[in-house]
């Protein structure tokens, strides 16, 4: 379930990062995301609710402040009945960008999945808000989440739990600390249980800007590892026991990085701009 | 990603059974999905792709013929290849209804997920075509799809494996053979990732008629269990380990049978007309 769009082509940015985003030297991802909220005039609101630790959401507001970020709002939701309070949706209003932290992804599927804070940032993204997401947040923002799974190179049948994420966009598969934490096992995976979505694996320090278009742009230090199954010839995982390996005949592999774009859509890297 | 319906209403029914449908009886099931499609002057196509058995198509040409259906076309795919051919597509025009049989329903994600037929099956049902599912058919027709998992009535983290389906609708999650199998622990296991979804447990020989305007109403022997977790307190999903049990505080229950309807909107069942 895409945001419910009213007009096509006025829908926000979606921005996973994979995690470990430099908050100290350059800043690049945060300075871009915050550019394009519109920097000091643009309200942006943190949502940590993926984390346990108290401090997660005012630790952003002194990162974002020397970014030259608007003011900042940060909404602390840690359980469902907080998330249908009056109050959390209020604090959407007005913004232009909402950044969902680290932590748990399945803290926020649990405590916002189905709340009307959760169906508020939908109407947001669907309007216009930019919505970024970093490690368990960039997980969480595409329909078919990544709940966990298990490390290495080859897919094996059982090795990744899917369960349904947020839901900003269908086409896309996220992974995140991705080469890090050696994850193209269970992001292949992943795509061989269905090939139509396709597989991001986003390096740490590393994020994607996807635009309304349904293009997406690199940013940052670390590469995003593009799968692409569509055209595959065949996936076993119908005959695969758990636990033994995956045989995917013809999935296509593209590794972007710093300024590389590629049309999700048409499912093709395009001349850098 | 629901179907990209052009005019909202104007979507087809979205028909998951539960499997073993009466095929000998009084086949209340087929009859009224016949019936809906418009009877001996339409045409119905079935997909056994799910299947690995050879007659399945042939075997429900029969049994349609039976309840007095229009033309049946088996569109027989077993391969990603064959669901890219210009003559899987052409099979659909013209036809009013599209039939899903049992089998496996990885079968059905890794052979048909993202082809050109999948993509028609989807426009069509966005236009009105209705379509069906029994068994792994019934699976298959949602967002969220239940590819496999484990029996018992308690839910425990990793019973079931979620995998992307067709996406007809991403407002609920099917279980089938549901009673018959003691599937509601891992009906209530993909609940507990994400309580947006709401979960239909579906038993044998018992269908789900789901209208353009999201309510439904159950036709056949058996009960459908309504899993609605959206005003639940709390999941523990986030904090539990594998193979341990899941608390989840608040879940509502609704069982219904024949001429039962449900409004998947605003979650709650309707008077009998």
Redesign the interface.
């Known amino acids: ?2 945001s419910p769009e009213p007009v096509p082509g006025t829908r926000g940015f979606i921005i996973p990062i994979g995690g470990a985003e430099d908050k100290m030297a350059d800043r690049r991802i945060l300075k871009r995301f915050i550019g394009l909220c519109g920097g000091r005039d643009a309200p942006v609101v943190v949502v940590p609710t993926a984390s346990e630790a108290e401090d997660t959401g005012a630790r952003y507001v002194d990162v974002f402040d020397r970014v030259e970020s608007g003011p900042i709002r940060v909404v602390n939701i840690s ?3 907080e998330a249908d309070q009056p109050e959390a949706i209020r604090a959407l209003e007005g913004a232009a960008g909402i950044f969902f932290t680290g932590g ?1 992804q ?2 926020l ?3 916002l ?2 709340t009307d804070f ?1 169906q508020a940032v939908r109407k947001a993204n669907a309007r216009g808000v930019h919505v970024a997401g970093t490690s368990a947040g960039a997980s969480f923002v595409s ?3 990544i ?1 966990g799974g298990r490390e290495g190179a080859t897919p094996k049948a ?1 090795m990744v ?5 947020l ?1 900003l966009t ?1 086409r896309v ?1 996220i992974d995140q600390h991705f080469r890090e934490r050696d994850r193209i096992g269970r992001l292949l995976t992943a795509i ?6 396709i597989g991001l694996g986003v390096d740490e320090d590393t994020a994607c800007f996807i635009g309304p278009d349904n293009v997406f742009e690199v940013v940052g230090r670390g590469g995003i590892t593009v799968v692409d ?2 055209d ?7 005959r695969t026991a758990d636990g033994h390996p995956v045989e995917l005949v013809g999935v296509k592999l593209n590794i972007l990085i710093h300024g590389s774009r590629f049309d999700l859509g048409a499912r093709r890297v395009l001349a850098r701009e």
């Open positions: 379930m895409p359980t469902r009945h748990n399945l803290r599927t649990t405590i999945g189905g959760a329909g078919h989440m709940a059982g739990t899917l369960a349904p994420g839901g269908n598969v061989a249980y269905n090939p139509y979505a199954a569509n595959c010839e065949s996936s076993s995982m119908a």
